[in-house]
């Protein structure tokens, strides 16, 4: 029981005594000193789950997210590929139904207003060969009436 | 020689067809002994002002051939397009393929 008093000496002098002192001031650096919170633990986790982590637990934590805007300007318009338009459509327009359906030779006299009429041999001016142009109505397809000039070319 | 034939009973040189309308177009006139082919022209006299006047040529052949051809005055769609021989004397007309 005497054992500390009888080696005090040794206890505390030399390499024994450095080695005890240093063990008693870190247990009561231990006891007595406040411990820092634990700084610097990082933690990757890419695709995974995290259970039990030691960031999301616990109280009077303060995480902090970075935030990281990144902008991708729209690709420059180059030349575009040439695509296959279908041609416009033309309007559909309806066309009459203008025919020759024929000649004759007919007697004709000249009116006061300059036109030329068919009427009786007997009053006539003289005889006209003209041709007989009709607009005859269709079953199958709009009838339509149109404007006519006849182009003669000798 | 080329031109626009005149239509009975009309004073313009175009004429409205409407649906089955049927029309003759002068082609020739024959009096005085001879065959004259009537054209007509269209003239501006002022503003708003126009008229036909139709011109007279003389044929001077024994016979001719002649090509009309319809179109719309408008539009200048075409119709249809023939060919005739005309006779001057005496006056007949008849149709060529």
């Given at each position: ?17 450095a ?13 007595f ?9 990082n ?21 902090s ?29 309806q ?17 006061t207003?300059?036109a ?13 060969v ?15 009436e149109a ?8 | ?44 006299f002022?503003?708003g ?10 044929l ?15 539009t ?22």
């Amino acid at each position: 029981m005497n054992w500390p008093s009888d080696n005090w000496k040794f206890l505390f002098a030399g390499d024994g005594g450095a080695a005890a002192l240093a063990f008693i001031g870190n247990v009561c650096k231990r006891w007595f000193w406040p411990q820092p919170p634990e700084q610097g633990a990082n933690l990757t986790a890419q695709g995974a789950s995290v259970h039990d982590s030691p960031v999301a637990s616990g109280s009077g934590i303060t995480q902090s997210r970075d935030t990281h805007n990144y902008y991708y300007p729209p690709a420059a318009a180059g030349p575009q590929p040439a695509v296959e338009s279908p041609p416009p459509l033309e309007p559909t327009r309806q066309k009459a139904n203008v025919k020759i359906v024929g000649f004759k030779k007919i007697a004709m006299r000249m009116g006061t207003d300059s036109a030329s009429y068919k009427c009786e041999p007997a009053h006539a001016h003289g005889e006209a060969v003209v041709i007989d142009v009709t607009n005859d109505a269709r079953q199958e397809s709009a009838n339509v009436e149109a404007v006519v000039k006849a182009i003669v070319i000798y | 020689m080329r031109g626009t034939a005149p239509w009975l009973t009309s004073t313009s040189d175009v004429i409205r067809f409407r649906v089955d309308d049927l029309h003759s177009a002068v082609l020739g006139i024959a009096m005085n002994k001879g065959l004259y082919v009537p054209v007509v022209r269209r003239v501006t006299f002022g503003p708003g002002v126009v008229g036909n006047p139709v011109d007279l040529n003389s044929l001077n052949c024994e016979s001719s051939t002649v090509t009309v051809r319809l179109t719309n005055d408008n539009t200048g769609e075409f119709y249809c397009e023939a060919r005739f021989e005309i006779v001057t004397n005496p006056a007949s007309i008849s149709a060529l393929q």
